[in-house]
């Protein structure tokens, strides 16, 4: 009985060690990329629990975000901009992590989290870096050039003409 007990603790001591090892990187990758073409890119929030891995954490903007609010700001960024396109530039990734270097496009037709929705054309560019955990997202930490983002948004400057004397 001892020895069946060694046995199967050493059996599962080696399945816990060796399960990142057989980790598919291109289908990580492929996960990954569902985030921005499906869910940001065509605001398809359905099948999350494909996509998420449980206790799945956002960092990001100076906090963590759940999956409920990291869906919220993708709900909220949709609505700012309906017609948003995600171009993906480039991808690595190994057996745990993925990143991403990606470009949304799109017109700021609606007041909505703090974008004025003036229908200017805009262009954001940005970072995400995931890390998985049995085929799914656990975590997420995104870098967004919002500066560029924030000076493509403000209105031209007033055009001051000279009053004849």
Not at 68 to 87: H, I, M
Not at 137 to 143: A, F, G, R
Request: aromatic share 10%; glycine share 10%.
């Amino acid at each position: 009985m001892r020895y069946a007990t060694i046995v199967l603790s050493a059996l599962a001591a080696v399945a816990c060690a060796t399960a990142g090892a057989h980790a598919d990187p291109s289908a990580n990758v492929k996960t990954a990329l569902r985030v921005f073409l499906e869910k940001m890119g065509e605001g398809r929030f359905d099948k999350l629990d494909e996509i998420y891995g449980p206790g799945f954490v956002a960092h990001g903007a100076g906090r963590d975000y759940t999956l409920e609010e990291d869906n919220a700001s993708g709900k909220q960024w949709r609505a700012a901009y309906p017609d948003l396109k995600v171009y993906i530039l480039r991808t690595v990734g190994d057996d745990s992590h993925v990143a991403v270097h990606w470009q949304a496009k799109g017109t700021n037709t609606a007041a909505v989290a703090g974008f004025p929705g003036k229908g200017a054309k805009a262009t954001l560019e940005g970072m995400t870096f995931f890390r998985f955990e049995g085929g799914r997202i656990v975590e997420e930490w995104s870098m967004l050039d919002m500066e560029n983002l924030r000076d493509q948004l403000k209105p031209p400057p007033a055009i001051e003409v000279e009053k004849p004397k």
